[in-house]
């Protein structure tokens, strides 16, 4: 984005969101469990960050996000970092000219992607086996997948809501040009003033 804005300010802002983040997902969330579920703040932060602010903000962030979440949680690196990177991408490419950036419907962004996230996990988890001796039944995990669906998205949209709020107004760019200044201008958003 061309923001006129010192350029280290959306990577500091991006990196106390991701340690803070990561942090409570992988401490604090551990105690405060629903139906033994906890929201996926990374995934959240990816999300809407790709979303609000365009692909490379939601690449670099989902991927980083990943990374600290995957670290501090003591897995191995790689498969979090990539869901969460296409996390990112995939909330900027996902009907963007449907969607056309506006704020509340990064939450619909949110539960889309929660859906599609757990799916993949999933599948994954299928395919590649943590026990390759005990590969479990594929009715099972999809009825796991099933059960554990409208929890895990309601958890995402609930802490999505102060989430997006905050970078929305608190965010790394300032709140008034956001919206003026599309990353690529895809969405249709101010081409008005160009005619």
């Known amino acids: 984005m061309s923001l006129q804005q010192p350029a280290f300010r959306p990577i500091l802002i991006y990196a106390l969101y991701a340690v803070v983040l990561s942090i409570v997902q992988v401490t604090v969330l551990q105690d405060f469990r629903v139906f033994g579920l906890q929201p996926d703040l990374t995934l959240v932060l990816a999300?809407?960050?790709?979303?609000?602010?365009?692909?490379?903000?939601?690449?670099?962030?989902?991927?980083?996000a990943g990374f600290l979440r995957d670290m501090l949680a003591g897995r191995t690196l790689g498969l979090g970092m990539?869901?969460?990177?296409?996390?990112?991408?995939?909330a900027r490419v996902l009907m963007?000219?449907?969607?056309?950036?506006?704020?509340?419907m990064g939450l619909v962004q949110v539960l889309l992607i929660?859906?599609?996230?757990?799916l993949t996990v999933t599948l994954l988890s299928w395919f590649f086996p943590l026990l390759?001796?005990?590969?479990?039944?594929f009715s099972q995990l999809f009825?796991?997948?099933?059960?554990?669906?409208?929890?895990?998205?309601?958890?995402?949209?609930?802490?999505?809501?102060?989430?997006?709020?905050?970078?929305?107004?608190?965010?790394?760019y300032d709140p008034r040009k956001v919206?003026?200044?599309l990353d690529d201008g895809s969405t249709g958003e101010g081409k008005w003033r160009t005619i």
């Open 47 to 64: 999300i809407l960050t790709g979303y609000l602010f365009g692909k490379a903000d939601g690449l670099w962030v989902g991927l980083g």
């Open 82 to 90: 990539l869901l969460l990177m296409y996390a990112g991408l995939l």
């Open 96 to 104: 963007a000219d449907f969607f056309r950036r506006k704020t509340w």
């Open 114 to 118: 929660t859906v599609l996230y757990e």
């Open 132 to 137: 390759p001796d005990e590969v479990p039944a």
């Open 143 to 172: 009825a796991d997948l099933m059960t554990r669906l409208p929890v895990q998205g309601f958890l995402n949209v609930a802490v999505a809501v102060p989430l997006l709020l905050l970078l929305r107004y608190r965010g790394p």
């Open 179 to 181: 919206h003026e200044d």
